[in-house]
């Protein structure tokens, strides 16, 4: 059994994503690893990351992006999809480079691919997902931020990367250009996987995470709109009171022991329930969602009600 990790990114380096976290992660049950650098700014020091994980393993795809050809953050798709064709496993594990997995769950992962190899009925495996926010030790659970989604595929010439590389999809006959294409497209036969994914997409300094924003923004309201957007907007994201957010208890990966020691942002942010009057309230800080997720947390066990749900789940 051969496993092929990858992903993709442009201007890693200068939006503060760990991404040679991510990619140590899981390299240790990874056969060879693809990353597909799209070309990035002059300051931005993506490449250099990269190599010094100094593995065997690792291979550098370079590339340019266009948006305007792949518009509404299918350019994300378009990139994950040549890492894609550059993997020679016969399972693709993708994490994208603000995804880390627990060095605790890479046995589990490799022994659940061992296990269904050769069961033709999966076609991908499905995690369990971690939202860090703000700082290291708070995370969300609310409503309308994803429990699970696709990770591992079976590489097979129908499976692609969907929307803004969010999941994946079986598209037959594609085309190379319609990410976003529902119909004629099959959902993934997936299996669970007893693992987390830890998102650390919201955990950088407030300037980054406003750049951050800015950039996703970019890719999928195109360059004019978010200039436009983000014009007379702070300088520094808010990421609002963070009192009533629930605390992790466990313990982070290895990997990102050095990358946590770079915190240094504690005295921008809100640690009381107090929220400036002036900035628009996030989904989770809204009524309706406080609500939804009470209910969900005390009686749905905790499982979201009517979640975005892109695969079709095989109990195996």
Not at 140 to 143: C, G, S, V
């Given at each position: 059994?051969?496993?092929?990790?990858?992903?993709?990114?442009?201007?890693?380096?200068?939006?503060?994503?760990?991404?040679?976290?991510?990619?140590?992660?899981?390299?240790?049950?990874?056969?060879?690893?693809?990353?597909?650098?799209?070309?990035g700014?002059?300051?931005?020091?993506?490449?250099?990351?990269?190599?010094?994980?100094?593995?065997?393993?690792?291979?550098?795809?370079?590339?340019?992006?266009?948006?305007?050809?792949?518009?509404?953050?299918?350019?994300?798709?378009?990139?994950?999809?040549?890492?894609?064709?550059?993997?020679?496993?016969?399972?693709?594990?993708?994490?994208?480079?603000?995804e880390?997995?627990?060095?605790?769950?890479?046995?589990?992962?490799?022994?659940r691919?061992?296990?269904l190899?050769?069961?033709?009925?999966?076609?991908?495996?499905?995690?369990?997902?971690?939202?860090?926010?703000?700082?290291?030790?708070?995370y969300?659970?609310?409503?309308g931020?994803?429990?699970?989604?696709?990770?591992?595929?079976?590489?097979?010439?129908?499976?692609?990367?969907?929307?803004?590389?969010?999941?994946?999809?079986?598209?037959?006959?594609?085309?190379?250009r319609?990410?976003?294409?529902?119909?004629?497209?099959?959902?993934?036969?997936?299996?669970?996987?007893?693992?987390?994914?830890?998102?650390?997409?919201?955990?950088?300094?407030?300037?980054?995470?406003?750049?951050?924003?800015?950039?996703?923004?970019?890719?999928?309201?195109?360059?004019?709109?978010?200039?436009?957007?983000?014009?007379?907007?702070?300088?520094?994201?808010?990421?609002?009171?963070?009192?009533?957010?629930?605390?992790?208890?466990?313990t982070?990966?290895?990997?990102?022991?050095?990358?946590?020691?770079?915190?240094?942002?504690?005295?921008?942010?809100?640690?009381?329930?107090?929220?400036?009057?002036?900035?628009?309230?996030?989904?989770?800080?809204?009524?309706?969602?406080?609500?939804?997720?009470?209910?969900?947390?005390?009686?749905?066990g905790?499982?979201?009600?009517?979640?975005?749900?892109?695969?079709?789940?095989?109990?195996?």
């Open positions: 059994m051969k496993i092929s990790g990858f992903s993709f990114g442009r201007n890693v380096s200068k939006l503060y994503y760990p991404i040679k976290e991510s990619i140590l992660s899981i390299l240790p049950i990874c056969d060879e690893f693809i990353f597909v650098l799209g070309e700014d002059e300051d931005d020091n993506t490449r250099e990351i990269l190599e010094s994980i100094n593995s065997p393993k690792l291979k550098i795809i370079d590339t340019k992006w266009d948006t305007n050809k792949f518009p509404n953050g299918m350019e994300n798709a378009h990139q994950t999809d040549i890492a894609i064709s550059h993997c020679t496993g016969d399972w693709l594990f993708y994490v994208q480079a603000d880390v997995v627990h060095e605790k769950y890479l046995p589990i992962i490799k022994s691919c061992e296990e190899k050769d069961n033709d009925a999966i076609e991908g495996l499905l995690f369990k997902y971690r939202h860090f926010y703000a700082d290291y030790n708070h969300i659970d609310y409503h931020w994803y429990q699970n989604e696709i990770r591992i595929v079976k590489n097979k010439p129908d499976i692609h990367s969907f929307e803004s590389a969010q999941s994946f999809r079986r598209i037959p006959n594609f085309d190379g319609s990410y976003r294409k529902m119909e004629g497209t099959h959902k993934l036969k997936v299996a669970e996987v007893d693992a987390y994914i830890y998102h650390y997409g919201w955990v950088r300094p407030p300037k980054y995470m406003q750049s951050k924003k800015k950039a996703l923004d970019s890719i999928h309201k195109g360059d004019e709109k978010a200039e436009s957007l983000y014009k007379n907007q702070v300088e520094e994201f808010d990421y609002g009171p963070l009192k009533k957010l629930p605390k992790f208890k466990g982070h990966p290895k990997v990102m022991q050095e990358k946590m020691e770079d915190f240094s942002w504690g005295d921008k942010l809100n640690y009381t329930t107090y929220k400036r009057p002036s900035r628009p309230k996030f989904k989770h800080e809204k009524t309706k969602y406080r609500l939804v997720s009470f209910l969900e947390r005390n009686i749905n905790g499982k979201h009600f009517f979640p975005f749900k892109n695969w079709e789940l095989i109990k195996v």
